[in-house]
């Protein structure tokens, strides 16, 4: 086979096609990073730009090493958070979440994508026996994990105001 004539990739495009998405994608990715500052890092951007978000929502600073263990800022009370995401389609989630608590770690913050669009943060404590019961959980070791759905995503945002009374923090869009 000649490189004038390559088979289109499984999606039905051809090499050219999938070379210029490619170009699309690492020059928007490039323009994300600069404003995160970040220049050229090859980890994840959802996963950058959720540390950023929640750093900018707490009023936190991130830690010295972007690849540490346990934590990804600190708070100007010295509260060290984790920073995670949960990234799916508007119509249906076929990606969930476990939320841990972390010794050491005083919040466990999730962002969550829809579309790539960000639709909340949510704010763990460490200790989620009650945030479990309210969601209805039967998973074990529900004081350290919450297996997070679809579904919890909706009781949390139906009725935030429970939650926060649960020790969760809530933002959601526009953020201001």
């Given at each position: 086979m000649t490189d004038s004539v390559l088979p289109p990739a499984p999606n039905g495009v051809g090499v050219p096609g999938l070379l210029s998405a490619l170009d699309s994608?690492?020059?928007?990715?490039?323009?994300?990073?600069?404003?995160?500052?970040?220049?050229?890092?090859?980890?994840?951007?959802?996963?950058?730009?959720?540390?950023?978000?929640?750093?900018?929502?707490?009023?936190?600073?991130?830690?010295?090493?972007?690849?540490?263990?346990?934590?990804?800022?600190?708070?100007?009370?010295?509260?060290?958070?984790?920073?995670?995401?949960?990234?799916?389609?508007?119509?249906?989630w076929p990606n969930e979440h476990t939320v841990r608590?972390?010794?050491?770690?005083?919040?466990?913050?999730l962002v969550v994508y829809e579309a790539f669009a960000v639709t909340s943060v949510l704010a763990f404590p460490p200790d989620l026996t009650e945030i479990c019961s309210a969601l209805g959980k039967r998973h074990p070791g529900q004081s350290t994990s919450l297996q997070f759905t679809r579904r919890n995503w909706w009781t949390v945002r139906d009725d935030v105001d429970a939650f926060r009374q649960l020790g969760m923090r809530v933002w959601f869009p526009p953020f201001a």
């Open positions: 994608y690492r020059l928007a990715r490039q323009t994300l990073l600069g404003t995160l500052g970040l220049g050229q890092s090859n980890r994840d951007p959802l996963a950058e730009f959720a540390e950023h978000l929640v750093a900018a929502l707490l009023g936190a600073r991130l830690a010295e090493s972007r690849v540490q263990a346990n934590y990804d800022l600190i708070s100007t009370d010295g509260e060290h958070v984790q920073v995670k995401y949960l990234a799916n389609p508007v119509s249906h608590s972390i010794p050491g770690v005083d919040w466990y913050a």
